[in-house]
């Protein structure tokens, strides 16, 4: 195991970094998320490594929830030891984010969106990572049953109270995401941004979302964009033994339908008519729209971080390969 970890002195040398909406908080074009492979269950000494690569990369967006792991809670403290020994030096170079509103400990108040949770689950993150404030706190998904503005006035409560710098939302509907921000802005919190998951293969936020998020000022950052892995070359030849498929957690075997193969060896090849990987084509799409502030990966290894982050040599598209992807993704359906 490697000591005391000192940051590459040219880090942020090729980084880009997106103004969030009408903020003033810049985030890296690509951002890290410790939802996989950053549990108790998972290496420490890979997710040691995935994270000071990232560092040393310009990556300074991580991005955490109370339930990733496994076991839930988990990627919060293996996250906590990381930091407490490589990153105390580091901690006013990164943004850390964290979240609250799926189901996390037994009883009533373990998941949605009450203020009960959410103060509760927020106090526990913090003690989890070893921090005294997260960067952001978003509310993990809206609550129909809770009023919105009880959620919303506790994203308020934590930010007042210093337990987080800026508020955000996710998974969140246009007409939710409307009186979110509407409520947040009266409070005097304006949220900063919305987590959505967004990719070639689930482009649900072009339907209104964008538009209301820029024309709100409000930032929004990508989630799985590479469809878990489907959008690489992972699944080209087969299941491999290592993959997040094979583990069946969240993505399973049958995700990965003959048709949906046709399509992706397509997109492959297009991919390797620009000389780029998959995975790259794949997130330099996300990033060829200024609304978008950032694309959060997911990574089992450095390597495919490594490649995720080259994606930044070419994220232009000719309206002809533009042309060609919509081809491929509109096929069939
Ligand atoms: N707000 C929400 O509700 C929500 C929901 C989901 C995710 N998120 C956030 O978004 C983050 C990313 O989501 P995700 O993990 O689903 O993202 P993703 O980037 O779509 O998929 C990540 C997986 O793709 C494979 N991969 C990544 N780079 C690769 C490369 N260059 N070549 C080949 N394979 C590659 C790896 O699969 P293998 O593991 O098989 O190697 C990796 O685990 C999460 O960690 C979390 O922070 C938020």
């Given at each position: 195991m490697k000591n005391n970890y000192t940051a590459d002195s040219n880090r942020y040398g090729t980084m880009r970094y997106n103004r969030c909406g009408k903020s003033g908080l810049l985030f890296p074009a690509i951002s890290l998320g410790l939802?996989?492979?950053?549990?108790?269950?998972?290496n420490f000494n890979t997710a040691r490594d995935i994270i000071q690569s990232a560092f040393?990369?310009?990556?300074t967006h991580f991005d955490l929830a109370n339930n990733y792991g496994p076991p839930a809670g988990s990627a919060e403290e293996v996250f906590g030891v990381i930091l407490k020994k490589d990153f105390l030096a580091y901690r006013d170079e990164m943004i850390i984010t964290t979240k609250a509103g799926y189901d996390m400990w037994d009883g009533p108040y373990g998941e949605w969106g009450s203020r009960k949770y959410l103060i509760a689950s927020v106090n526990q993150s913090l003690k989890r990572m070893g921090l005294e404030y997260v960067d952001i706190f978003y509310s993990h998904r809206f609550d129909p049953k809770t009023p919105l503005e009880e959620t919303m006035m506790a994203l308020d409560h934590i930010v007042k109270s210093g337990k987080a710098l800026y508020a955000g939302i996710s998974n969140y509907t246009p007409d939710q995401t409307q009186r979110a921000l509407d409520?947040?802005?009266?409070?005097?919190?304006p949220c900063l941004i919305h987590q959505s998951r967004y990719s070639m293969f689930d482009r649900t936020v072009e339907n209104g979302l964008l538009d209301m998020l820029e024309d709100n000022g409000v930032g929004i950052v990508a989630f799985s964009p590479l469809a878990q892995g489907m959008l690489t070359d992972r699944y080209l030849h087969g299941i491999p033994s290592d993959s997040r498929a094979s583990k069946a957690h969240f993505l399973r075997p049958e995700n990965i339908t003959p048709e949906l193969l046709i399509k992706i060896n397509a997109l492959n090849e297009l991919a390797s008519y620009?000389?780029?990987?998959l995975a790259q084509m794949a997130t330099a799409w996300l990033l060829k729209d200024h609304r978008v502030t950032s694309v959060i990966v997911g990574v089992s290894s450095v390597k495919q971080l490594n490649d995720n982050i080259y994606t930044l040599k070419n994220t232009f598209f000719s309206a002809e390969e533009i042309e060609k992807i919509e081809a491929v993704l509109n096929s069939g359906n």
């Open positions: 939802w996989h492979n950053f549990g108790h269950a998972d040393n990369q310009g990556v409520i947040l802005r009266q409070l005097g919190t620009r000389g780029q990987s």
